[in-house]
T-cell receptor, first 113, second 110 residues
Framework: ETGVTQSPTHLIKTRGQQVTLRCSSQ?????VSWYQQALGQGPQFIFQYYREEENGRGNFPPRFSGLQFPNYSSELNVNALELDDSALYLCASSLRDIQETQYFGPGTRLLVL | RKEVEQDPGPFNVPEGATVAFNCTYSNSASQSFFWYRQDCRKEPKLLMS???SGNEDGRFTAQLNRASQYISLLIRDSKLSDSATYLC???????????FGTGTRLQVFP
């Protein structure tokens, strides 16, 4: 086990709703990255947080936003949900200076109807 | 052109076979390279890093060719438990993000 936890494990929402997903990083890790994985695709980078600041963003619209807290846990918020937002949302924690070693949580599976 | 390209497979091989996966990447500034394994409906897990000199971990061998921007993974003596999707991953230090390929699915049969 990586020590990275995510909640909830599954979620069903309807178009237009808002959702908040949560991630607790591995003990001692100060960086959290979020990824979206659609069915049959590899994970796509959404954004990364380091010490409560956004530190890099992928090609996702502003309705995808996030937060990191002083204990390094993180939230991903998605507003105005669309059907294409249905995916597995993964968070990964790491140490800022060892970016390549990212440990993934089990993911939250989101279905938008 | 995708930043990281892989053959999606599936590769169906018998137990004991040797199988090789290839991957190409488009950004010559990429600095770090990895293979991750992802089981069905699970999160990706780091299988191994890929170094310019090539590296081996048991039955798994990874190679990097920077000139051709090409990464490979060789699995010898395949086991049933090797059945999974293998993701080629590149870390671009300029943007601090991991870029994943779509994955190559391996199915090992008895």
């Amino acid at each position: 086990e990586t020590g990275v936890t995510q909640s909830p494990t599954h979620l069903i929402k309807t178009r237009g709703q808002q959702v908040t997903l949560r991630c607790s990083s591995q003990s001692g890790h100060n960086t959290v990255s979020w990824y979206q994985q659609a069915l049959g695709q590899g994970p796509q980078f959404i954004f990364q947080y380091y010490r409560e600041e956004e530190n890099g963003r992928g090609n996702f619209p502003p309705r995808f936003s996030g937060l990191q807290f002083p204990n390094y846990s993180s939230e991903l918020n998605v507003n105005a949900l669309e059907l294409d937002d249905s995916a597995l949302y993964l968070c990964a924690s790491s140490l800022r200076d060892i970016q390549e070693t990212q440990y993934f949580g089990p993911g939250t599976r989101l279905l938008v109807l | 052109r995708k930043e990281v390209e892989q053959d999606p497979g599936p590769f169906n091989v018998p137990e004991g076979a040797t199988v090789a996966f290839n991957c190409t990447y488009s950004n010559s500034a990429s600095q770090s390279f990895f293979w991750y394994r992802q089981d069905c409906r699970k999160e990706p897990k780091l299988l191994m890093s890929v170094y310019s000199s090539g590296n081996e971990d048991g039955r798994f061998t990874a190679q990097l060719n920077r000139a051709s921007q090409y990464i490979s993974l060789l699995i010898r003596d395949s086991k049933l438990s090797d059945s999974a999707t293998y993701l080629c991953v590149v870390n671009d230090l300029n943007t601090d993000k991991l870029i994943f390929g779509t994955g190559t699915r391996l199915q090992v049969f008895p």
